[in-house]
C-alpha cells in the first residue's frame, strides 16, 4: 500500500518562502512522476508543478519563476520550494505520485497526500 505523507505548511507573510515536503512509502507499480496540486475554496484542485523521474520539470504560468520541485529518489521525496509568495497561493497543497508526464502534461497517479496549509498573509 502507497502511503504518502506532506510537510511544510504554515503561515507566511506575502513575499516569503515556503518549502513543502512529500514522503512516498510502498511500492508505485504505475508512473514515476510525481506532482503537487492546490486547491484554494471555492476552486477546483489544479496542478502547480510536476516532475519526472529524470528530473524534468514544469510549472504553471501562474508560479513560473518563484517554485521550484526538485525530488530525490533515493529517499522517494519530492519537494517544492516556494519563494515570493503572494495571497492568492494560499490554498490545501497535496502531493501526487504515480503520474505520467507527456511534454508538460502531468497524468495524475491513483495516490495522494492528506493535503497541507498554506496560508499567505500580513
Known amino acids: 500500500q502507497v502511503q504518502l505523507v506532506e510537510s511544510g505548511g504554515g503561515l507566511v507573510q506575502p513575499g516569503g518562502s515556503l518549502r513543502l515536503s512529500c514522503a512516498a512509502s510502498?511500492?508505485?507499480?504505475?508512473?514515476?512522476?510525481m506532482a503537487w496540486y492546490r486547491q484554494a475554496p471555492g476552486k477546483q484542485r489544479d496542478v502547480v508543478a510536476s516532475?519526472?523521474?529524470?528530473?524534468?520539470?514544469a510549472y504553471a504560468d501562474s508560479v513560473k519563476g518563484r517554485f521550484t520541485i526538485s525530488r530525490d529518489n533515493a529517499k522517494n521525496t519530492v519537494n517544492l520550494q516556494m519563494n515570493s509568495l503572494k495571497p492568492e497561493d494560499t490554498a490545501v497543497y497535496y502531493c501526487?505520485?504515480?503520474?505520467?508526464?507527456?511534454?508538460?502534461?502531468?497524468?495524475?497517479?491513483?495516490?495522494w497526500g492528506q493535503g497541507t496549509q498554506v496560508t499567505v498573509s500580513s
Open positions: 501526487n505520485a504515480g503520474g505520467l508526464r507527456r511534454g508538460s502534461w502531468y497524468v495524475e497517479g491513483d495516490y
Open positions: 510502498g511500492s508505485i507499480a504505475s508512473g514515476n512522476a
Open positions: 516532475i519526472t523521474s529524470g528530473g524534468n520539470t
